[in-house]
């Protein structure tokens, strides 16, 4: 079954065609960082906007690198929600009409669940039951999940997530956008991940849910203390900084994960999401997981990120169970 998957949640614009929801035939992603970083960080009209004027290229050449048409194709999955909304509405109208025109089926795709599916992108993939960690710029999420419809929330971030977190502080550290790859690339340069005391904040009784909203400010109280630091990514400080940040993040993270592994007693962990494109955490999520004997699934980097593959890897299993998207339906922002 040829799906062409459909992505527009964010700053990306994708599409790809991938056959019964394990073969990437074409896989096209148009990136906006460049329209963002002057910002410093996504504008939402300006990205809904760019979407407007990339989709059909898109489309087209992931379309022309499949080797196949548009009669070709034997359903659609697009992004549904979360995300921002106007960004959401380009794709979604797009692929309604589509699937409309061609009369083949379609389906909504859940953002964050589609995440997930990119383990079953690469060879080996997980089996079910498993937990996933879905590490992106606006959400920090916990499931468990027995099946590619069965997915139970079992934590989230109550504030920031960990990419917004990382955004903001490399905002307040004059490093730029996108913030996470500001702050991997400092922290490398040298920094001690142990050169700062930066909390790894809790919320009592609730063990599977993240905060990282007083990590940023106990970021900014250094920041107004040690004012040298500020837009000097050449400060000797500076790296001991990013490095420290970027190690509590990912103490979070990982501590996070394992316990809901324990508590759930499950072994097998997925991690997704762009944030899990990120070195330091791909590094301890290796290490950690083998002492405690859980098997770890980590997409590769490019599968991290907004990509349509992923996508049209989870319309294939909801077409496959019998759903389908009703033309009259709608985005969503939360979820």
Known sequence: MRILGIETSCDETAAAVVVDGKTILADVVATQFELHAAYGGIVPELASRRHQENILPVIRAALRDSGFSLEDIDGLAVTQGPGLIGALIIGFAVAKSLAYALNIPIVGVHHLRAHILAAFLEDPAPAFPFIALVVSGGHTNLYHVTSFQEMTLLGRSRDDA????????????????????????????????????????????????????????????????????????????????????????????????????????????VVAGGVAANRRLRQALLTQTSEAGVELFLPSPSRCTDNAAMVATLGYHLLQAGERLDLNGDVFARG
């Open 162 to 269: 960990a990419g917004e977190a990382f955004d903001k502080v490399a905002k307040i550290m004059g490093l730029g956008y996108p913030g996470g790859i500001a702050i991997e690339a400092l922290a490398a340069t040298g920094g001690d991940p142990r050169a700062l005391a930066l909390p790894r904040p809790k919320i009592d009784r609730e063990p599977l849910t993240f905060s990282f909203s007083g990590l940023k400010t106990a970021v900014a109280y250094i920041l107004k203390n040690h004012p040298e630091i500020l837009n000097s990514s050449s400060h000797p400080r500076a790296a001991d900084l990013a490095a420290s940040f970027q190690e509590a993040v990912v103490d979070c993270l990982v501590s996070r994960a394992l316990g809901a592994i324990q508590q759930n007693n499950c072994s097998r962990l």
